[in-house]
């Protein structure tokens, strides 16, 4: 076969298993898969750049709230103590604790909240119908890197396995910064089913390569 | 479908790199071979370069650490000046003691199945690629997604520990305290997590069109 005739932009090639496809614009809600291997080629999702956008914002939002509002309250001993998320963190200082909560904070925090400001910055001006702001292509690749170290959902699980632990020893009960990181995940669930990074891809590359 | 059913037909099971192309695996841009994609500026390889040797190097990683996360205390807890130390395994058992059966079952699968399947998976995958191991290409990509969806969910008991310190320091009678093991468990499970980005999946397919050809 003459390689040379071949025009890349007439074709998409598999991501997981390189087999090439011809490109052609998916109707709405269809999904392109893989001839082979059955990977996600491309969706249509109506209305993804908003639905993300919208995502990402509340995602910040609350993420920040979070930090200033009691995480869980112990009453034990005749008293009732309550900590956010901050005096959790900052009360540690002793041996292995540190480099663990330390950890525990970027992947529930620090992570969550860099890649929902990252997808802010890339879909804000493309929302509004104008050109990306100079380094989108950097902070939505930053987005799809930070994805699977971002852990809220499972820091979410870890509190309930926490609290039946810690049943025969205190009374705990959850406070409005525990419910906050629960409509986060829940956020990001919706999230990523509205999510195609092909169909953003794609917009930011109008714009870059024209 | 009707294009993609003609596609196959001209380009009947041509990948990009044997019609000289390089697929970009950040953005998905095709484009002739190029040092950086033109799209999203990520370094553009037709297969990731040692990506067969950074896998292994982060399995091996990730396995080392797997040991002492299961040898040493995951949680020292203080009680009226008693210390008592547990393992995973011990704090699986104390959770079973308290008939806690159901979060026992999601402790025990989280800490213990989901790793060793992990380093089973993509030890298999390796394998497969060096074809020491012939495997159908459909359940390897299963597996792949499955540990790759799951191998995260490893986190739940470093989570529940730095939990558990961090409620007790309110409290004035007990102290619970991470041991050795929730630092290395975390190492474990990050290495691993490191390990299976680093497998480039389009060698797994190379291995298997090759071996097609030669049978
Ligand atoms: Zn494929
Ligand atoms: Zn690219």
Redesign the interface.
């Known amino acids: 076969m003459n390689t040379t005739s071949i025009d890349p932009s007439a074709l998409i090639a598999c991501p997981n298993c390189d087999l090439l496809h011809t490109a052609r614009q998916v109707s709405e809600g269809e999904r392109l898969r893989c001839a082979r291997c059955g990977t996600k080629l491309a969706s249509s999702r109506p209305n993804a750049i908003d639905r993300t956008l919208a995502a990402a914002v509340t995602n910040a939002i609350l993420i920040v709230a979070a930090l200033f509002f009691p995480f869980i309250q112990l009453d034990g001993g005749g008293t009732r103590q309550s900590a956010t998320l901050i005096d959790a963190v900052s009360a540690f200082g002793t041996g292995l604790t540190a480099p663990l909560v330390l950890v525990v904070a970027a992947f529930i925090i620090v992570i969550p909240f860099m890649r929902a400001s990252a997808l802010v910055y890339t879909l804000w001006p493309l929302r509004f119908g104008r050109a990306p702001y100079k380094a989108a292509p950097q902070a939505f690749r930053l987005a799809n890197t930070l994805k699977p170290w971002s852990m809220a959902e499972i820091f979410i699980i870890g509190v309930v396995v926490a609290l039946v632990k810690i049943a025969g020893i205190a009374q705990v009960s959850l406070g409005p910064a525990f419910w906050m990181l629960t409509a986060v995940v829940l956020v990001l669930l919706l999230e990523n089913h509205n999510f195609c990074r092909w169909t953003i891809w794609q917009v930011l590359g109008k714009h870059t390569q024209a | 479908m009707d ?2 059913a ?3 037909k ?2 009947a ?9 390089v ?1 970009c ?8 071979p190029r040092q950086t994609c ?5 370094a553009l390889h037709s297969r990731e370069p040692l990506s067969y040797q950074r896998t292994l190097a982060w399995l091996i990683a990730g396995m080392v650490f797997f040991i002492p996360a299961n040898l040493y205390p995951m949680l020292i807890t203080n ?1 009226f000046g008693s210390e008592q130390k547990s393992t995973i395994i011990g ?1 699986v058992i ?2 079973i003691e ?1 008939g ?1 059966y159901f ?1 026992a079952l ?2 025990g699968v989280a800490s213990i199945l989901v790793p060793l399947a992990k380093f089973a998976v993509i030890g298999l995958l390796l394998a497969s690629i060096r074809r020491a191991w012939k495997l159908n ?2 359940q390897r ?1 299963h597996l792949y997604e499955i540990t ?1 969806f799951i191998g ?2 490893s ?20 102290s619970v ?4 093991a ?2 290395s468990f ?1 190492l474990s499970v990050i290495f691993t ?1 490191l390990s299976a ?1 680093s497998l480039d ?2 060698l ?3 291995s298997m069109n090759e071996t097609d050809r030669h049978e």
């Open positions: 294009n993609l003609s596609s196959r001209t380009y099971s041509l990948t990009a790199r044997e019609a000289g192309l697929a695996t950040t953005c998905g841009l095709l484009d002739h033109q799209r999203c500026g990520a009680t704090g104390e959770l308290y806690s979060v999601v402790v290409p459909h990509l790759e995260r969910w986190m739940i008991d470093v989570f529940v520990v730095a939990i558990l310190a961090a409620l007790i320091q309110l409290d004035f009678v007990a305290n991470p041991g050795f929730a630092v975390a997590m980005q999946q389009r797994i397919w190379d």
